[in-house]
């Protein structure tokens, strides 16, 4: 499926297509364990140990600031421990503040004297918009530090949230991580609190798996961390590890049973995955326990938007700004939701609050940058970008879309009625002159089919190397593919094969293009409210290449199996596959559904449902509204339609395989026992070997098993006989006749009569096949040139990065005198590898047999870029131009 990509896959950390980032519920380290296990500890330090490692069992509780401390870490913030009078105000205020509550938080550490009140309030001051004050409070505890761990901590925070307020986060950035390296590798290495810092730290500079390492690290001296567990789970929904969200929030819940931390982590995996009831029902009681929390309240209000409810937003809204009328980060959280969901303009208005708040936010600065940018505003991403990289320089993420935003602004530009191409100066332009008729071509197709037409033009973007191509759509160099659509841009790197891994190498760019340019029309009509599984489906359905046999056929065996996506995992089959082949087969399964779609309710159908979709109709409303179905029926539905395609493809052979086994179980023929015996002899020899293995004699029968006859049959075990035998009651089974014909080629058997024409019933039952297509054409090339043509011309339409088979195409037309069908083969060459020199010299000389002599003079002309100086090309470009002169 190269070439064909998700926005939302492109947004994954490298670290997303492997292991989760979520760690089992675990233990605390061998060194903690140790350390409580000292002898020369009295019961009082073990029990104070056991409290701050989270070992503690209810018993070790035994006052009321230790039932409070117990409380904040499992994230238990309305326990009623804190209505406790007695408790320093230090630890109501934390909880207060973790519930929302942060103006009663700052109230309640007004007067308070010590490093950790102080720093708390400067943080809880920059958030209720009182900046003079925070910076005040702040600076005062910076000024302290290094007397306990605690202290040293406190003025770690209050160094970073100073530098988060004025726009200073480059300059403390190195300072920070060091102070808590001291902290963590000198004066306390068992102080899990500077690993939870040192993790938001990280995650803050988008250095995702650093952050999960120093997460891991302070679970190994706490492993009953709310914070870190929600850390984690945050993470693992940035990088659509969906399974290890739910493994945070799964454990959230064992520390707690309705842990809000939890219930945030679910909502917010609820809204990347665009299921907007069902964050919104999460949310519902979370916000009744902690009205105030900002989190809670910015994922609602993401909700709302995704929803139309534009009432329902500004109420949250209010009630948001009462909260924390200085508090950038919510907003901030919004405008990324809403841009992960291509909703530009409500993103923009959402990050510009954000800014509002706190001009100097590095952190909004860079979503708007990266949003504006996929929305194909690139001077005012730029602005955005370097007003982040300022304010941020160790963002990389922020550093790398920056330079090469850069680097655009020096790329030519060419444009047609419907595209801008952008290209970076030089040897590309031999392409870019390749594509104004070819893409226009394509706009007026897809625009016919798909009924649309975008109101501005789209941006083709040409990215010379793989690395800048990956910048562009990820921010840093790590993304294996090759085009990508963010609806009015699409970005793509040459289709080059040279430079080794500078490159992916050639493809069809035609193809590709029209895969993504569907993308482009389809998610303008629907206001980029279309769900992935459609929006892929149209692009594939819309593709000039066919569906290959590879396609065809995991299609049939997942059907067979039962184990096609069901409709609520089909989205995230493309973006967090559970299994190797789950990304393909979400790709095949969309298409297929999308010819169900057509098969059943024709156009006017797709066109009520991404209506439906464009009007913000969740999609389990949409199919009852649109096509007056369930999406579940739908489903099942598909089911049974898919299956009649599958026979009618040839891949539902009857008898099954386990039918065929029985059949020769029943027979007497030689064959089949010879066959059997075989299979009994290799599973006895396996027997023995085994146990002598686990040290009981081979030769003793007690242990032995008689072998039942297996209930499938792998049809390439069995021999020609055998083959022939099962050909004489079933002559038009499919598998029989590929293993026949397999056979008699493999042993050098003649091209006789009899083969062809089991060849010729093989692909009339398959056509899709392009086995038996190869050997047709292998056949006719030789003794009936215009009867291979069809067959060529299957083999060179499922050919996705090899021009040979356009040639092989293109010559057997010439021997037939079809000059222009062997023009026509070679430009379908030339799309697989336009900066071949010499592809480029042989297409020009089939443009000169058909008499095309504008062509050829194009392939001239590209030639000069290709090589440019060589006298010969000048020579052959003088030669045509005399003869369009005459």
């Not at 993790?199 to 009953?224: F, M």
């Not at 190397?465 to 160099?477: I, K, L, N, T, Y």
């Not at 599984?533 to 692009?539: C, K, P, R, S, Y």
């Amino acid at each position: 499926m190269r070439g064909r990509i998700s926005l939302l896959l492109l947004l994954l950390p490298s670290a997303a297509m492997g292991q989760s980032i979520v760690p089992p519920p675990r233990p605390v380290s061998p060194v903690v364990e140790q350390l409580h296990d000292d002898a020369f500890l009295t019961d009082a330090e073990r029990n104070a140990l056991h409290r701050h490692h989270g070992t503690w069992e209810q018993e070790d509780l035994q006052t009321a600031r230790q039932r409070a401390e117990a409380a904040l870490q499992i994230g238990h913030w309305d326990d009623p421990v804190f209505e406790d009078p007695n408790l320093p105000r230090v630890l109501v205020a934390r909880a207060a503040w973790r519930r929302g509550e942060r103006r009663r938080a700052f109230e309640l550490l007004i007067g308070e004297t010590d490093q950790e009140a102080r720093s708390l309030a400067g943080r809880i001051a920059f958030e209720l918009g009182e900046v003079e004050q925070s910076n005040a409070l702040l600076k005062e505890v910076m000024q302290q530090g290094g007397r306990s761990s605690a202290v040293e901590m406190a003025r770690i925070r209050a160094v970073r949230q100073y530098a988060l307020s004025s726009g200073r986060t480059g300059e403390a950035y190195q300072s920070i991580l060091d102070a808590l390296a001291a902290l963590r590798d000198e004066q306390d290495p068992l102080y899990w609190d500077a690993m939870l810092e040192e993790a938001d730290v990280l995650s803050e500079k988008h250095r995702y798996n650093d952050a999960a390492a120093a997460a891991w690290e302070a679970l190994e001296l706490n492993p009953r961390l709310a914070l870190v567990w929600y850390q984690l789970g945050q993470l693992a929904v940035r990088m659509f590890d969906f399974e290890g969200a739910d493994a945070a929030a799964r454990t959230l819940r064992r520390l707690l049973e309705d842990h809000p931390l939890a219930a945030l982590i679910e909502a917010e995996s609820a809204l990347v995955r665009r299921d907007v009831e069902a964050a919104s029902e999460i949310l519902e009681p979370v916000l009744d326990r902690y009205p105030q929390h900002p989190e809670a309240l910015a994922l609602a209000i993401a909700a709302a938007e995704l929803a139309n409810q534009k009432q329902l937003s500004a109420h949250l809204e209010s009630r948001l700004r009462a909260s924390g009328p200085g508090d950038p980060r919510p907003f901030t959280t919004i405008g990324r939701l809403l841009s992960l969901h291509r909703q530009f303009e409500q993103s923009d208005h959402w990050l510009e609050m954000a800014l509002a708040l706190q001009p100097q936010w590095a952190a909004a600065h860079i979503e708007q940058g990266l949003m504006r940018w996929q929305a194909g505003q690139d001077s005012r991403a730029m602005a955005s970008m370097a007003r982040a990289v300022e304010l941020d320089p160790f963002n990389l993420r922020a550093a790398n879309s920056l330079a090469l935003l850069q680097s655009l602004e020096q790329y030519e530009v060419l444009e047609t009625p419907h595209f801008i191409i952008r290209w970076s100066p030089g040897i590309d332009e031999a392409l870019v002159r390749d594509m104004p008729e070819q893409l226009e071509a394509m706009h007026d197709l897809l625009e016919e089919r798909l009924g649309w037409s975008p109101a501005e033009r789209t941006t083709v973007e040409l990215y010379p190397d793989h690395e800048s191509f990956a910048v562009r759509v990820v921010g840093m160099p790590d993304i294996h593919t090759v085009a990508a659509c963010t609806g009015p841009v699409i970005a793509m790197e040459v289709p080059r094969a040279a430079l080794g891994s500078r490159h992916l190498g050639g493809y069809d760019w035609v193809n590709v293009l029209q895969h993504e340019y569907a993308h482009t029309l389809t998610l303008d009509r629907t206001n980029y409210r279309l769900p992935l599984w459609l929006t892929e489906g149209l692009a594939v359905s819309m593709e000039i290449a066919p569906r290959s046999w590879e396609t065809r056929q995991l299609l049939a065996s997942e059907w067979a199996e039962g184990t096609l996506l069901d409709p609520d995992e089909l989205d995230w089959g493309f973006v967090r596959p559970r299994r190797p082949q789950d990304r393909s087969l979400a790709y095949a399964q969309s298409w297929l559904m999308v010819e169900y779609l057509l098969a059943e309710w024709g156009q006017q159908g797709l066109d009520q449902l991404l209506d439906a979709y464009r009007d913000g109709v969740q999609e389990s409303n949409a199919f009852p509204a649109a096509l007056g179905v369930s999406r579940s029926r739908f489903h099942l539905d598909f089911l049974e339609w898919a299956g009649t395609r599958f026979n009618e493809w040839g891949l539902l052979s009857t008898p099954t395989n386990a039918q065929l086994a029985q059949e020769l179980f029943e027979s007497d023929a030689r064959g089949d026992h010879r066959h059997r015996r075989r299979q009994g002899e290799a599973m006895q020899r396996g027997m023995a070997q085994l146990l002598e293995r686990i040290g009981l004699p081979a030769d003793d029968s007690s242990h032995m098993v008689v072998w039942p006859l297996p209930t499938q049959l792998d049809l390439g075990t069995l021999d020609v006989e055998t083959i022939e035998l099962l050909l004489e009651s079933h002559a038009s089974h499919p598998d029989l006749l590929y293993e026949s014909i397999r056979h008699w080629i493999s042993e050098g058997g003649p091209m006789d009569e009899e083969l062809l024409e089991r060849v010729v019933r093989y692909v009339d039952m398959r056509p899709d096949d392009p086995a038996g297509h190869r050997v047709l054409a292998d056949v006719r090339t030789e003794s009936d040139p215009a009867g291979a043509v069809e067959h060529l011309r299957m083999l060179a339409m499922r050919s996705t990065d090899d021009t040979q088979p356009w040639l092989d195409l293109a010559k057997v037309q010439r021997s037939l005198g079809d000059y222009e069908g062997a023009l026509d083969s070679g430009k379908r060459a030339l799309r697989l590898d336009p900066y071949d020199p010499q592809l480029r010299e042989r297409v020009a000389a089939l443009a000169l047999e058909a008499k095309s002599l504008d062509y050829a003079r194009h392939q001239i002309e590209a030639l000069l870029l290709l090589e440019p100086g060589q006298p010969l090309h000048e020579r052959r470009l003088q030669a045509i131009d005399a003869m369009l002169e005459e």
